[in-house]
């Protein structure tokens, strides 16, 4: 068991420091960091003084290991573009993209395994078939399209929902959730709607696919001739044997949804992480780039480590390696 | 008035060419306490009988008509009544155990689920039974062991825990579709037993489909034979298998190979009663003439000296006793004289595999030499030489419908090895050799342009053949040529490698599990056991005077269509 | 001939299969409609949008041509420089069938080989490759082009950058999608390995370069064939998402996520029409793509097949 986890941390520290050095490399040799810092005009002397203090002098082993102590401690410097401390920027957006990510996963993964068991178990039903040409439209509907015809509709037609923005925010310190006013409410449904709806049609495809696999097995067709009711095989046989693949998705799904929270954030202008990130890329803010690079890198990270130790914790093949005992 | 009886049974599969019918007008019956055998090919319909009668046929599949009562109560097609009878009444044992069990549930839930579904007894009461179940048919420790999960169970010990299972509840009925089919020999003997004790002590009806006649005729006492969904004969299982009156049944007992004694060739009566001949009237003179026919020098063809083969390269991580487990050969040697039939038998994990794909260099031994006519194969100072005798070992493989490229014609396959030799060789020399080769196993020269999937698994295997004697090899290894395939093209494929091993004086090495075929195909066979070769000896020797005990064992276990005689 | 062909078609499975199902002849027929006007759209178009002598501001804001104030010079309006939107749409999506099939062939490429090889060599090379494709996999397609986009961007200057920009958006959208491809070829090799003809092959001595190509490689096509056809709509549709980002291609030759974006100003002001058509035009062919990708898949696989 120690062995398990043991490769697989190591290999997510291997992994980050990849990212790590990708981020640094993004920071010393995209562009010049002196150069952004104190544009055009400074004199060579003063440049010279300027890449003394920031340390670019130094062999490179030592800038890369000064940069991981500095990320581990959430340092990134300071925005080319905003002048401010990429932390504090960070800390200011994280929970807004978090909060959005979260609610959008609960609807993509909930309705997502529901509907797609229902249709892997209902196959050729009509109610079936209507939820999976819907699917195929979310498939096709790329998520700022989503998002645009949702603006139209419910604030523009319908003038229901805000087309833009947070709503109000409670400041909880180091955190700030609008799920405690009204209009921070109404605000966040728009969006995590849009974006949870690719994930959840894929979502379904996949749930579907594995439930018709698992019913055509073997074991299920034994269970069936041992006369164990239709519901327990559909609910308790089937579900826990698809539930293994679904585990990856889910696990996957977290980090295509943190990813795509830039285009939600963009169109609803929801001010997170994503937003931040586009317009650092546009303006080529390499210091926001790398630090976004390595958070991410970090949760995707944390996230593959948990779906890991989800799959030993429910496949006992995993858990308990094949004895053979002798005849 | 019988237990179960079936009368007049018709299934019907209706696909959008045509629709096929897996069973015709099936009628017989079954009584208490006796085991009644269906023995057919492929595609008789055996199992489809068998699923209509707990109704889990296949869709497309219907049952279009018929009758089928259990203590004469009608269930044919009546999916509320049988639903109170599966796994009550009736147990199934399907045949691959591997993949009948949940492999997410342990046996004990398996279990106590299978016996709270249909009697009313609480969880202490069911866990007990269960208990009891498995020290029934035979699993040592069973409170320790019910607690484990279905992949820490070997395959026999698995398939009884699938009897277990469809026993829990009582049933009065068992259908047991091909339960020892993928078992080696040894636990294939303890399974039947099992089932035979089980019959006995608790009154059962039992149905046992196969398509082994040995089984049949050890352990049936009444057999139907059916063909094409159709029953061409039934009756008392001495009787049908000693005097059959159907011709089909009797081409299906005349392919059986003996296990009593060597028999020139398979004298082959076709279902429909005319016989079969192969022999050279298919192999014109001048086929002979170009094939340049080798002389037989009797000397030392291969010699496989003292080879070890170890499946891992983290050798310093594991501890010896894991070495052994890896072990797949431990210091073989034998010899293979020029022309004659050498028999490689043993079980699944005995190696033979292995020896297989190191004489053809597809693996290379950890230690040891294989000598092929004085040249050290595994030598890489030999590489070039080496080229030199590439296609004369040549191999013919076991699965017909993975050993051809479903995307090649077949010419193109049987031409591949030809061009690939022979570079520079011209078009028409390559169409001549494609013909000969064709005409050689016995099949039409249209062949040559269709694809394999439009051929069944022995003329497939005919292809193979003639692939593999493309280059002109002079050793032709065959790793379990026919055991995936009926009994009847068995027969003739053995032919047809007996033929061709004559005329064109090849020396053939032939790996096979099924210990008769072996006797009917081989000069010398060798024993292996777990990577031990346990004895080499001549054929007759071998079964007459058997010498280590593992063959002893395996002679006495094999079964034997002729124990209906005894 | 002719009719032989037809004949062997439709008896052929597959075929029967296309020409039975209503969706995938209809797909088929729509995507192929606008491949060919996108090609062709020099001779199909109305106008050159894009040629300033086509376009004057007098003509700007012409709503479609049922609306009051429409005109049938532009059947479906014009945008906010007076370009006919027809017109706009058949350029535009011309561009994002570019980026996407040339993406794609470039992903395809790429992870075929890897996979291929991975799959047939195995050790060492086969865990370094998985390894990168599981780590990529993780890694949205979004994220990933946006990433390599931007790293480009820090790499190239701006000028060079608008020239090279559809070069890079092919080769960042490519190397987010490879590892499907990897995936699936890996495995299907894995299959194809170990099978007896394989073998054959071996004990001859045909080399593993030809083993691979001509031997495993047609076997595994029909898996490649349905990621392919999936992963197109999906490169379409990120090319628009990334476009609509501003971080796609250059507005100079938008494409349809850039005319989306450009109709985004108006949507609230009235002028609907200019986001809705190439909304509308997307969704379709990406709709098209992926139903004929669905079809593809059902019918090419042979796990579920009912007899």
Redesign the interface.
């Known amino acids: 068991m120690v062995n398990y986890f043991f490769i697989r941390l190591i ?1 997510s520290v291997l ?1 980050m420091l990849v990212v790590a050095f990708v981020a640094f490399s ?1 920071f010393n040799y ?2 010049d960091p002196v150069h952004n810092m104190v544009g055009q005009e400074a004199s060579t002397e003063k440049r010279e003084e300027i890449r003394e203090k920031l340390g670019l002098n130094d062999p490179v082993h030592t800038q890369f290991l000064r940069f991981v102590g500095n990320a581990v401690k959430g340092e990134f410097g300071l925005s080319y573009q905003l002048r401010r401390p990429v932390s504090d920027l960070i800390a200011e957006r994280l929970p807004a993209t978090l909060e959005l990510v979260f609610i959008s996963a609960l609807i993509a993964i909930v309705s997502g395994v529901v509907l797609g068991v229902y249709t892997g178990i209902n196959r050729d039903g009509f109610l079936s078939n209507i939820i999976l040409i819907l699917s ?2 979310g ?7 989503i998002g ?2 949702f ?2 509709l419910f604030s ?1 037609i319908l003038g229901i929902l805000p087309s833009f923005g947070r709503g109000e925010v409670v400041d909880l310190g180091f955190w700030n959730t609008g799920f405690l006013t009204l209009s921070g409410i109404k605000a966040i449904i728009l969006p995590s709607i849009t974006l949870s709806l690719f994930q959840m049609t894929y979502i379904i495809r996949l749930v579907r696919a594995e439930m ?2 698992i019913l ?4 299920i ?9 239709k519901n ?1 095989i559909n609910f308790k ?1 089937a579900l ?2 698809g539930l293994i693949p679904v585990i990856t998705i889910a696990g ?1 799904n977290v ?2 949804l943190i ?2 929270s ?2 939600t954030e ?1 169109v609803f202008q929801w001010p997170g992480m994503g937003f931040l ?2 317009n ?3 303006f ?1 803010d ?1 210091p926001i ?1 790398s630090a976004y ?1 390595i958070m ?1 890198a970090f949760i ?1 990270v944390m ?2 480590f948990i779906v890991d130790i989800t799959y030993y914790i ?4 995993i858990r ?1 390696k ?4 002798p ?1 | 008035m019988s237990f179960l009886e079936i009368n007049n049974l018709d299934i019907q599969y209706k696909t959008r060419k045509e629709t096929i019918n897996a069973s015709v007008d099936v009628t017989f019956n079954l009584e208490r306490g006796e085991i009644l055998g269906i023995v057919g090919e492929s595609g008789s319909g055996k199992s489809t009988v068998a699923n209509a009668i707990i109704n889990l046929i296949d869709k497309p599949g219907k049952i279009t008509n018929g009758s089928i009562k259990l203590d004469n109560i009608e269930c044919c097609n009546n999916e509320k009544i049988i639903q109170t009878i599966r796994g009550k009444k009736i147990g199934f044992v399907f045949q691959d155990p591997q993949t009948s069990l949940n492999p997410l549930f342990k046996i004990k839930d398996q279990l106590i689920e299978t016996i709270q579904t249909h009697l009313k007894l609480n969880y202490y009461d069911a866990k007990k039974r269960s208990i009891e179940l498995l020290q029934e048919v035979g699993i040592e420790n069973p409170e320790k062991r019910i607690n484990e999960y279905p992949h820490q169970f070997s395959g026999g010990m698995r398939q009884r825990v699938v009897i277990a299972l469809a026993l829990c509840c009582e049933p009065d009925l068992i259908i047991a579709d091909e339960p020892t089919t993928s078992l080696d020999v040894s636990i294939q003997f303890q399974i039947l037993k099992l089932l035979k004790d089980l019959t006995v002590q608790r009154n059962l009806g039992v149905i046992l489909i196969t398509h082994d006649m040995g089984v049949i005729a050890e352990t049936t006492n009444r057999v139907v034979v059916m063909r094409y969904g159709k029953i061409v004969e039934q009756g008392n299982t001495a009787e049908v298998l000693s005097n059959p009156q159907s011709s089909e049944c009797k081409s299906l007992v005349m392919s059986v190979p003996p296990t009593n004694k060597k028999i020139e060739r398979f004298k082959l009566i076709s279902p429909e009663g005319g016989e079969i001949t192969n022999k050279s009237s298919t192999l014109t003179n001048s086929i002979i003439q170009n094939w340049a026919v080798r002389e037989i020098s009797n000397e030392k063809l291969l010699d496989f000296k003292n080879i070890t083969k170890i499946f891992d390269e983290q050798l310093f991580f594991r501890s010896k006793k894991e070495i052994n487990k890896l072990k797949a050969l431990d210091n073989v040697s034998f010899q293979i004289i020029e022309g004659e039939s050498f028999g490689l038998v043993g079980e699944s994990g005995s190696g033979k595999s292995t020896i297989a794909k190191i004489i053809t260099s597809l693996i290379k031994p950890t230690s040891g030499e294989v000598f092929f006519e004085d040249l050290s194969l595994h030598n890489p100072k030999n590489i070039k030489i080496k080229n030199k005798y590439r296609g004369q070992i040549q191999m013919i493989f076991q699965d017909p419908y993975s050993s051809l490229n479903p995307r090649f014609k077949v010419k193109e396959i049987i031409a591949e090895p030809i061009k690939f030799l022979q570079k520079g060789i011209g078009n028409n020399a390559i169409q001549k050799n494609i013909n000969d080769l064709i005409d050689i196993v016995g099949m039409t020269r249209q062949s040559l342009e269709r694809y394999p999937h439009e051929f069944s698994g022995g003329q497939r295997q005919r292809i193979s053949i003639a692939r593999a004697l493309a280059t002109r090899p002079r050793l032709l290894i065959c790793d379990e040529p026919t055991s995936a395939l009926d009994v009847s093209i068995q027969a003739q494929i053995l032919n047809l490698l007996k033929d061709l091993q004559e005329e064109l004086n090849l020396t053939i090495l032939f790996i096979s599990h099924d210990l008769p075929v072996v006797r009917q195909m081989c000069d010398r066979i060798a024993v292996l056991r777990n990577g031990n070769l346990c004895e080499v000896e001549k054929t007759e020797n071998l079964f007459n005077n058997p010498k280590h005990n593992y063959t002893k064992e395996l002679l006495r276990l094999m079964p034997k269509i002729e124990s209906i005689y005894s | 001939m002719i009719s032989e062909v037809i004949n062997k078609i439709i008896n052929n499975d597959i075929g029967y299969s296309f020409v039975k199902s209503k969706i995938a002849v209809i797909s088929t027929i729509v995507f192929l409609t606008i491949l060919i006007c996108s090609t062709f759209a020099e001779l199909i178009a109305p106008y050159n949008p894009f040629d300033p002598v086509n376009v004057s501001l007098l003509d700007a804001f012409t709503p479609p041509v049922w609306v009051d104030g429409g005109s049938t010079n532009f059947v479906l309006g014009t945008d906010q420089q007076g370009r006919d939107m027809l017109s706009t749409i058949i350029y535009g999506s011309r561009i994002s069938l570019i980026v996407g099939f040339a993406s794609i062939l470039f992903a395809m490429s790429l992870g075929t080989f890897l996979g291929v090889t991975s799959g047939f060599f195995g050790g060492r090379y086969e865990i370094i490759v998985m390894r990168f494709t599981d780590v990529q996999l993780t890694i949205p397609s979004i994220l990933m082009a946006l990433l390599v986009d931007g790293i480009a961007r820090g790499f190239i200057s701006k000028s060079l950058h608008n020239d090279m920009a559809i070069y890079v958006l092919i080769f960042a959208i490519g190397i987010s999608e490879w590892p499907q491809f990897a995936r699936v070829t890996r495995a299907a090799t894995l299959v194809e390995k170990n099978k007896e003809y394989i073998l054959a092959s071996k004990i001859i001595g045909l080399s593993n370069f030809l083993i691979m190509f001509k031997h495993i490689l047609p076997n595994i096509l029909r898996p490649v064939l349905v990621i392919a056809t999936i992963g197109l709509a999906l490169a379409i549709i990120t090319e628009s998402t990334l476009s609509f980002l501003g971080v796609g291609v250059p507005p100079t030759t938008p494409s349809l996520g850039t005319l989306i974006r450009f109709g985004n100003d108006f949507l609230f002001s009235g002028e609907w029409w200019i986001t809705f058509f190439p909304v509308i035009f997307l969704v379709v062919l990406a709709l098209s793509i992926n139903l004929l990708g669905d079809w593809m898949r059902d019918t090419l696989n042979p796990k579920l097949k009912t007899r």
């Open positions: 290999q992994v993004l995209v562009g195929l439209f498939v096709s509907l790329p998520t700022f399209v645009i015809l603006i139209y523009v018709m696999e055509q097995t073997d074991y067709k034994f269970a069936r001739a041992r006369g164990i009711e327990t046989h826990k044997n996957i980090g295509t990813a795509f830039i285009i963009t990130f586009i650092a890329v546009h080529v390499i780039m690079l991410v995707f996230i593959n429910i496949d006992p093949r308990i094949e004895e053979v005992s005849e």
